[in-house]
């Protein structure tokens, strides 16, 4: 099964769910979508909007695709899966600013997680194949903790603006 989660942020993420909606006939694999606070109602897949607990969902999938918060990061520690990461991303108004994708790319780099920003890059191809299972050892764990403080920092100071 291949699950995908964009999460509880209140703005829409119709880029992603529209795009495996549009795959999904093209998998032979039963696909389920966390859906939140998107418009969009997918077609081909089951889906649901919020759950009490996703981890049933994560326990059960042999793929997962994440929007990319801080929560992908519990995520990668907890599970030994592959996981693909797709930011929200502010020019298409999925967020106030970048902070997804620049989350993302620094896990990319220090864990090997798939992130893709151009949403034609997820294809049938890539969710039957993708097996990669990100790794985060415990000097990258540092790495990390301090590049979220510095993101939370800058975050706080746009909102007091």
Do not use: C, W
């Not at 880029?15 to 999904?24: G, N, P, T």
């Not at 093209?26 to 649901?48: D, L």
């Not at 020019?91 to 151009?118: P, W």
């Not at 993101?151 to 100071?157: D, G, P, Q, V």
């Amino acid at each position: 099964m291949i699950f995908v989660t964009i999460g509880t942020h209140p703005g829409q993420f119709d880029r992603l769910i529209k795009r495996i909606d549009e795959i999904a006939p093209h998998i032979k694999e039963k696909i389920i979508i966390q859906t939140g606070f998107t418009k969009y109602v997918p077609k081909n897949v089951e889906h649901f909007v919020f759950a009490e607990s996703l981890e049933p969902y994560f326990r059960d999938a042999r793929l997962v695709i994440s929007h990319s918060a801080t929560s992908l990061l519990e995520f990668v520690l907890s599970n030994k899966k592959p996981i693909i990461t797709v930011p929200r991303q502010k020019k298409f108004g999925e967020h106030i600013n970048d902070h997804q994708v620049e989350f993302a790319e620094a896990l990319h780099l220090r864990t090997g997680i798939k992130v893709i920003l151009n949403i034609q890059d997820i294809t049938p191809q890539l969710l039957k194949e993708y097996k990669t299972v990100p790794i985060i050892k415990k000097d990258n764990l540092v790495k990390l903790q301090s590049f979220f403080k510095k993101i939370f920092k800058e975050i706080e100071n746009e909102q007091r603006k």
